[in-house]
């Protein structure tokens, strides 16, 4: 969908991924709850716009907080971050992992349906209060219901475990895995480059060669996957503004230091099927299509991608999604370092879902800060050349197996 | 009977102790995972306790224990639910496990609860009087019952003669916490039945136990080592303090340092003896003492803290009791002097001790660091070589007590204690955690 007038993000904010990884992390000491991150990104971006006045209405993106935090009802968390937003709308928006980008296109619509012209589109999840065993049986929601008892004990890298399994068979085992090696060896060496990332403090001196050597072992964990293949358990939330071209004038910010949505696409399948071919995101892959289409662009136009790389293998999958390699043929693109943040299209340029983390309700939305911070030159160290004839960035946002996708293009206000 | 049949109807005697509680929880897990199996068959495992209040606690204790447990064996959990509609997640998958466990355990405090068993696990006190009253009653009522008793150091036919119960009873000798420790000594009398000791080592071994087999003497292989390599400790502290007119407490520090540092060991003498607990020390020595010729294994100054009231061993929770060494968060802080009966704190005389001692050379490894070496042998031996060509006094020191160590690992060997000298070490490798075994070519 292109929007039928000017969209704008800005004033995006991220607070510390925390899991396994970072120093400050501690499993045994009590550690800050939902309305910590709530109140941290909430509270950084109405500084940015200039107050809660200036903001119309709140969007809230989680998945599970009833049942990792005990806590439903989310809307009512907005006054909370600010008394200027009482007696104003919010909403909360679901859809698994994919919960961000659709608190992102929810933002949209209200703008483009002139319900708002200022929305904060904020996401977040703190799922450090369970041992991973129990949040495994969490995450499966994003599942569905039936198919839980024959799945496995984790079950959504079992998933992604026989997706990568049928991949080794079809298109060689040793090749894929080099590609997953360096998914992981760029996830690590972006995250190092923002402090906020969860794998900011990782000193391993050749993430690749860890990766590479490690062997899948079914008998410890999945059978096609390592736990280098896999994102981390995250407690984070990032937030933005969402804006027509008058919301922007109203909070006093420059279209320069904004990025204009050019198009955007949900996609979503049948959660109670079978992927037909297991080897492809065939979801992903028709939104960004659809997204691409209606902007007008091809993959040869994109500057940077921020891809949903829950798993390794979904990020080489990603890559053929987007056509920038053909099928079969990801893993060799991502070897070669055209991922990587001096590569072709460099993505996932402050970690990913694996280097910076995945605090699953908030992953789209802080998928969306990063491009918004490449696009205005705002990412600091982790700061990317952006071509001036390739001037537009990519969100891939997915819930589940492929089930809930929204893919955003941006590219810098003007 | 078979394997299965036996494992039907367990108890164990002492159920709520440090020992028995252990020794509880691996054997409802395993019976609970033959039950899952066997679904037509009813298993029972009796813990007998005379504390009512301790086995209110061993009930908590195992429920913790064995979400632990399940919690790590989830893939198969969920391979045995299989069939188990009503059971979907994780969560309930461990929480009926738990409670598979769970009503397979018996809680109670009458002896008779035993008289039906097939197989009893004896953890009471270490008093062979008990131990011989408790084994006569159960067999006046239970003739097919065999017993596995824990006993660290009562000889095994001792208590096979006096409760009658030839070949009917095997020491199988956990060491502490046994559902942490690998190491089970397995101490045969000459009348042991070869049934029993078959179905002793399939138990273990289905516990991913390592067995070593010790010959019947008192205090087996680890005690027998331990018991004679600590009192060769406090006989060394003493004779520093008077040869190089220093405090007790001074040289107690400086043994337990060279016993921890220069020997690489998880921890100093004096604080192993801590965390066994000097009442348990003292106590085992008087069982050993009776049934050996050649030595006298005891010690005055034992007895001197006992009656002081100092004794070591651990709280419930864990944490370690002051005894010959006082500790803060884990830190020893001050050593007791028992002619002041008063902790003296570690900084009064620390700086001097070390500088007695000397420096370590720089070859020197922690005990820790070598947890996950590859090269072990050639770091040790190049460390323990730089200790032997060293003149310092805490080198000279260590040697003394390296080669001290190797001579009771030796003589437990010509004693006929252990069969070989690999089980000497086996033992001290796995039960103690030592980095190498006390037999060893380092010093020589
Ligand atoms: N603690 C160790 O490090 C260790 C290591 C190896 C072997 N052992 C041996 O294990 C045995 C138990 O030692 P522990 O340290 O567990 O002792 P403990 O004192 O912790 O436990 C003994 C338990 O036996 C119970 N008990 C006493 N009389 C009883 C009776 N008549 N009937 C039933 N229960 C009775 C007590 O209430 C107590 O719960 C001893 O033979 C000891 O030598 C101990």
Redesign the pocket.
Known sequence: MKPKKKIYMTAGYNTVSLGTGRKEFNPKKPRPGIEHYIKEAGQAVLEKVGGAKNVDETVISNFMAPRYNRQANLPGFAPMIDEGLLWKPAVSVEGACGSGGLGLTTSIRSVLAETADVVMALGFEVQNTMKAVYGADVLAGAGWYKVRKKGHAHFFPGQFSDRAGVYYEKYGYDRTRKGMAMWYHNAIINARKDPTAQEYHNTNPDPFATAYKMQPNGKVFVDHLTVLDCSKVSDAASALVVTSEEGLKRIGVDKKDAVEVISFANVIRDITKDPTDPTELETIRRAVQQAMADAGITAKDLATVETHDCFSIAGIMAVEALGLAPKGEGADYVAEGKTAADGEVPMNTTGGLIGWGHPVGATGVHQAVTIWQQLTGNAGDAQINIPADRPYGMTINMGGDDVTVTCIIYKRGE | MTYEERLENVAV?????????GILLLTAVHMADLQLQNKDKTYVLYA????NK?LTGLMDYLRVQVRKIAEKKINWLRAVYEDREDLVENGEMIDEYIFDVMKIVRPV?V?EAAYKANLVF??????KD??V??FKQIKEHNDKVWFF??????PIHYLEENAGVKGRIIGF????PPAVQKLVELIKTENTDPELEKFALEYAKNLKKIIVPSNDFAGFIGNGHFMRDALFGINEALALAKEKGISLPQAIYMINKVTQDYLVRPMGIFQLMDY??ID?MQ??MNVMNPYLEDEDLHSDLLDTMMEQGVKGGQYSSGAQKDGFLKYEKGKITAVYDPDKKEYVPVSEFAEEADKMLGELPESAVSWKSTLKMKNKDEVLSKFFNDIKNSDTLGAKLAVKYAKNSKAIGEKLVSDGVANNADDVNTVMLTGFFHAYGPINNYFD
């Open positions: 005697l002492g159920a709520a102790g440090k020992m028995g509680s007998i306790d005379v504390s301790a405090d002896m004896e953890a009471v006190n270490e008093n008990l131990k009253k408790l008793t824990n006993t660290s150091s009562v000798h956990f060491y502490n066994v607990g348990v106590f085992i």
